[in-house]
Protein backbone atom coordinates (compact mmCIF):
# COMPACT_ATOMS: atom_id res chain seq x y z
CA UNK A 1 0.00 0.00 0.00
CA UNK A 2 0.98 3.36 -0.86
CA UNK A 3 1.10 5.37 2.53
CA UNK A 4 -1.06 8.80 1.88
CA UNK A 5 1.45 10.85 3.88
CA UNK A 6 4.48 8.92 2.78
CA UNK A 7 3.55 9.65 -0.76
CA UNK A 8 5.50 12.23 -2.07
CA UNK A 9 2.66 13.47 -5.13
CA UNK A 10 0.39 13.05 -2.56
CA UNK A 11 2.30 15.49 -0.55
CA UNK A 12 2.50 18.09 -3.17
CA UNK A 13 -1.35 17.74 -3.66
CA UNK A 14 -1.82 18.08 -0.03
CA UNK A 15 -0.17 21.75 -0.17
CA UNK A 16 -1.38 22.91 -2.30
CA UNK A 17 -4.91 21.84 -1.17
CA UNK A 18 -4.00 23.68 2.25
CA UNK A 19 -2.58 26.48 0.55
CA UNK A 20 -5.37 27.18 -1.95
CA UNK A 21 -8.08 26.20 1.05
CA UNK A 22 -6.59 28.97 2.94
CA UNK A 23 -6.39 31.43 0.39
CA UNK A 24 -10.07 30.76 -0.89
CA UNK A 25 -12.06 30.94 2.40
CA UNK A 26 -9.44 33.85 3.74
CA UNK A 27 -9.96 36.09 0.15
CA UNK A 28 -13.30 35.05 -0.62
CA UNK A 29 -14.72 38.56 -1.33
CA UNK A 30 -13.25 42.33 -1.92
CA UNK A 31 -15.31 45.64 -1.20
CA UNK A 32 -15.34 48.12 -4.24
CA UNK A 33 -15.20 51.92 -3.41
CA UNK A 34 -19.03 52.36 -3.09
CA UNK A 35 -18.65 49.48 -0.22
CA UNK A 36 -20.60 46.85 -2.24
CA UNK A 37 -19.65 43.23 -1.54
CA UNK A 38 -17.79 41.46 -3.93
CA UNK A 39 -17.50 37.85 -4.53
CA UNK A 40 -14.30 37.31 -5.63
CA UNK A 41 -13.68 33.26 -5.38
CA UNK A 42 -13.30 32.69 -8.76
CA UNK A 43 -10.75 35.27 -9.55
CA UNK A 44 -8.19 33.13 -7.06
CA UNK A 45 -9.42 30.01 -8.08
CA UNK A 46 -11.37 29.43 -11.16
CA UNK A 47 -11.94 25.73 -9.86
CA UNK A 48 -12.16 23.75 -6.94
CA UNK A 49 -9.87 21.17 -5.10
CA UNK A 50 -11.99 17.90 -3.56
CA UNK A 51 -10.49 15.39 -1.14
CA UNK A 52 -12.43 12.38 -1.27
CA UNK A 53 -11.98 10.17 1.43
CA UNK A 54 -13.78 6.26 1.62
CA UNK A 55 -14.19 2.99 2.29
CA UNK A 56 -13.66 0.66 -0.73
CA UNK A 57 -14.65 -3.12 -1.22
CA UNK A 58 -15.25 -5.67 -4.51
CA UNK A 59 -18.58 -6.64 -5.12
CA UNK A 60 -18.01 -10.39 -6.83
CA UNK A 61 -14.43 -10.55 -5.14
CA UNK A 62 -12.15 -13.26 -6.16
CA UNK A 63 -13.09 -15.98 -3.20
CA UNK A 64 -9.60 -15.79 -1.97
CA UNK A 65 -10.04 -11.71 -1.88
CA UNK A 66 -12.01 -11.48 1.72
CA UNK A 67 -12.00 -8.24 2.46
CA UNK A 68 -11.58 -6.33 5.95
CA UNK A 69 -14.01 -3.57 5.90
CA UNK A 70 -12.27 -0.80 8.10
CA UNK A 71 -9.03 -2.25 6.68
CA UNK A 72 -9.91 -1.04 3.04
CA UNK A 73 -10.05 2.63 2.24
CA UNK A 74 -9.47 5.06 -0.76
CA UNK A 75 -8.15 8.24 -0.92
CA UNK A 76 -8.21 10.99 -3.76
CA UNK A 77 -7.24 14.30 -4.60
CA UNK A 78 -8.63 16.25 -7.05
CA UNK A 79 -8.34 19.78 -9.40
CA UNK A 80 -11.87 20.45 -10.74
CA UNK A 81 -12.74 22.97 -13.24
CA UNK A 82 -15.93 24.87 -13.09
CA UNK A 83 -18.86 25.66 -16.34
CA UNK A 84 -22.19 27.53 -15.56
CA UNK A 85 -24.29 25.18 -18.13
CA UNK A 86 -27.73 27.48 -16.49
CA UNK A 87 -28.56 29.28 -12.75
CA UNK A 88 -28.58 25.76 -11.26
CA UNK A 89 -26.36 23.68 -13.20
CA UNK A 90 -22.31 23.06 -13.40
CA UNK A 91 -20.12 20.98 -15.37
CA UNK A 92 -17.03 19.97 -13.59
CA UNK A 93 -14.48 18.22 -15.51
CA UNK A 94 -10.89 17.44 -14.00
CA UNK A 95 -8.06 15.32 -13.03
CA UNK A 96 -7.18 13.65 -10.04
CA UNK A 97 -4.99 11.25 -8.29
CA UNK A 98 -6.01 8.03 -6.03
CA UNK A 99 -5.24 5.19 -4.25
CA UNK A 100 -7.06 2.25 -3.93
CA UNK A 101 -6.15 -0.23 -0.53
CA UNK A 102 -7.58 -2.88 0.03
CA UNK A 103 -6.70 -5.46 3.37
CA UNK A 104 -7.05 -9.04 3.39
CA UNK A 105 -8.98 -10.68 5.90
CA UNK A 106 -7.43 -13.88 5.91
CA UNK A 107 -3.68 -14.70 5.66
CA UNK A 108 -3.01 -14.48 1.84
CA UNK A 109 -1.17 -11.87 -0.47
CA UNK A 110 -0.92 -11.71 -4.32
CA UNK A 111 1.71 -13.28 -6.82
CA UNK A 112 2.18 -12.73 -10.50
CA UNK A 113 3.83 -15.81 -12.09
CA UNK A 114 3.40 -18.60 -14.16
CA UNK A 115 0.78 -21.32 -13.68
CA UNK A 116 1.39 -25.25 -14.19
CA UNK A 117 0.12 -24.39 -18.06
CA UNK A 118 2.80 -21.51 -18.49
CA UNK A 119 -0.04 -18.92 -18.54
CA UNK A 120 1.09 -15.59 -16.77
CA UNK A 121 -1.57 -15.47 -14.38
CA UNK A 122 -2.62 -13.28 -10.76
CA UNK A 123 -2.30 -16.34 -7.97
CA UNK A 124 -3.05 -16.22 -4.50
CA UNK A 125 -1.08 -17.75 -1.63
CA UNK A 126 -1.33 -18.45 2.12
CA UNK A 127 1.13 -16.28 4.04
CA UNK A 128 3.35 -18.65 6.14
CA UNK A 129 5.29 -16.08 8.63
CA UNK A 130 4.63 -16.61 11.88
CA UNK A 131 2.58 -13.75 13.29
CA UNK A 132 0.74 -11.75 10.34
CA UNK A 133 -0.22 -8.06 11.09
CA UNK A 134 -1.47 -6.29 7.85
CA UNK A 135 -1.86 -7.62 4.31
CA UNK A 136 -2.68 -5.34 1.91
CA UNK A 137 -3.06 -5.07 -1.67
CA UNK A 138 -3.08 -1.12 -3.32
CA UNK A 139 -3.05 0.70 -6.75
CA UNK A 140 -2.82 4.27 -7.32
CA UNK A 141 -4.44 5.62 -10.12
CA UNK A 142 -4.41 9.17 -12.36
CA UNK A 143 -7.90 9.60 -13.15
CA UNK A 144 -10.13 12.04 -15.13
CA UNK A 145 -13.56 13.23 -13.50
CA UNK A 146 -16.42 14.60 -15.04
CA UNK A 147 -19.42 15.53 -12.98
CA UNK A 148 -22.67 17.66 -13.29
CA UNK A 149 -24.33 19.51 -10.18
CA UNK A 150 -27.26 20.58 -8.92
CA UNK A 151 -27.73 23.54 -7.04
CA UNK A 152 -31.41 23.97 -6.21
CA UNK A 153 -30.75 27.90 -4.50
CA UNK A 154 -27.49 28.75 -5.15
CA UNK A 155 -27.67 32.32 -3.38
CA UNK A 156 -27.68 30.13 -0.41
CA UNK A 157 -26.09 26.79 1.74
CA UNK A 158 -28.52 24.27 0.88
CA UNK A 159 -28.47 20.54 -0.44
CA UNK A 160 -26.28 19.80 -3.81
CA UNK A 161 -26.59 17.09 -5.78
CA UNK A 162 -23.99 15.55 -8.66
CA UNK A 163 -23.66 12.90 -10.95
CA UNK A 164 -20.86 11.80 -13.16
CA UNK A 165 -18.59 9.51 -13.41
CA UNK A 166 -14.66 8.93 -13.95
CA UNK A 167 -11.96 7.04 -16.35
CA UNK A 168 -8.23 6.56 -15.07
CA UNK A 169 -5.17 4.46 -15.61
CA UNK A 170 -2.95 2.62 -12.62
CA UNK A 171 0.38 4.02 -12.19
CA UNK A 172 1.94 1.58 -9.83
CA UNK A 173 0.13 -1.23 -7.86
CA UNK A 174 1.75 -2.82 -4.70
CA UNK A 175 1.05 -5.53 -1.82
CA UNK A 176 2.31 -4.71 1.63
CA UNK A 177 2.54 -7.83 4.42
CA UNK A 178 3.48 -7.00 7.66
CA UNK A 179 4.39 -9.65 10.15
CA UNK A 180 6.49 -11.00 13.11
CA UNK A 181 8.94 -13.44 13.24
CA UNK A 182 10.85 -14.28 16.35
CA UNK A 183 10.04 -11.20 18.32
CA UNK A 184 10.93 -8.49 15.42
CA UNK A 185 8.69 -6.70 13.14
CA UNK A 186 9.04 -6.85 9.20
CA UNK A 187 7.66 -5.18 6.12
CA UNK A 188 7.67 -7.09 3.02
CA UNK A 189 6.38 -5.24 -0.29
CA UNK A 190 6.65 -5.65 -3.87
CA UNK A 191 5.93 -3.52 -6.74
CA UNK A 192 4.40 -5.00 -9.81
CA UNK A 193 1.38 -3.99 -12.24
CA UNK A 194 -0.32 -7.11 -10.79
CA UNK A 195 -2.21 -7.50 -14.36
CA UNK A 196 -4.66 -4.90 -12.95
CA UNK A 197 -7.20 -3.36 -15.64
CA UNK A 198 -5.21 -1.13 -17.58
CA UNK A 199 -8.16 1.10 -17.98
CA UNK A 200 -10.72 1.93 -15.10
CA UNK A 201 -14.18 3.38 -15.25
CA UNK A 202 -17.29 3.85 -13.14
CA UNK A 203 -20.26 5.83 -11.87
CA UNK A 204 -20.25 8.30 -9.32
CA UNK A 205 -23.04 9.82 -7.64
CA UNK A 206 -22.99 12.71 -4.66
CA UNK A 207 -25.16 14.51 -1.91
CA UNK A 208 -24.52 17.10 0.04
CA UNK A 209 -24.91 20.49 1.93
CA UNK A 210 -22.33 23.31 1.54
CA UNK A 211 -18.57 21.94 1.18
CA UNK A 212 -19.16 18.62 2.96
CA UNK A 213 -20.93 15.39 0.74
CA UNK A 214 -20.97 12.27 0.98
CA UNK A 215 -20.39 9.86 -2.45
CA UNK A 216 -20.67 6.60 -3.51
CA UNK A 217 -18.49 4.76 -6.64
CA UNK A 218 -18.90 2.19 -8.43
CA UNK A 219 -16.97 0.57 -11.22
CA UNK A 220 -18.05 -0.68 -14.28
CA UNK A 221 -15.15 -2.75 -14.79
CA UNK A 222 -12.78 -5.14 -13.29
CA UNK A 223 -10.33 -4.16 -10.60
CA UNK A 224 -7.84 -7.23 -12.58
CA UNK A 225 -7.54 -8.21 -16.41
CA UNK A 226 -10.10 -10.83 -17.77
CA UNK A 227 -8.51 -14.06 -17.45
CA UNK A 228 -5.85 -13.34 -15.71
CA UNK A 229 -7.00 -14.23 -12.21
CA UNK A 230 -5.20 -18.08 -11.78
CA UNK A 231 -8.86 -19.21 -9.91
CA UNK A 232 -12.20 -19.89 -11.14
CA UNK A 233 -13.47 -16.09 -9.60
CA UNK A 234 -14.21 -12.85 -11.34
CA UNK A 235 -11.77 -10.20 -10.91
CA UNK A 236 -14.07 -8.15 -8.33
CA UNK A 237 -15.96 -4.47 -9.46
CA UNK A 238 -14.52 -1.61 -6.87
CA UNK A 239 -17.04 -0.10 -5.19
CA UNK A 240 -16.06 2.92 -2.52
CA UNK A 241 -18.35 5.05 -0.17
CA UNK A 242 -16.78 7.83 1.85
CA UNK A 243 -17.03 12.03 2.42
CA UNK A 244 -15.55 14.99 0.60
CA UNK A 245 -14.92 18.04 1.31
CA UNK A 246 -14.99 20.47 -1.20
CA UNK A 247 -12.42 23.63 -1.52
CA UNK A 248 -14.69 26.49 -2.80
Keep these: MNKFFAH ?74 NINLGTNVKFLPGVSLAVDNYMFKDDVSLFRGNNVLGEEK ?50 SAATKVRYKDDGSNFIDKTKNNFLVSKVRYGALARIGYGSFYLFGYYGLNSLFQENKLDCDCNGGSPITIGITLFAF
Aim: proline share 6%; hydrophobic share 45%; with cysteine.
Design 8 to 81: PIFFVFLVVFTFCSSATFAQNMRIDKDKNIINTRDEIIPGYFILDFGVSSLLNAPDPMDLKIWGSWSVNLSYMG
Design 122 to 171: IQFYELKQDEIKKSKFSVTYIDIPLEFHYIPNPTKKGVRFALGGKFGIPV
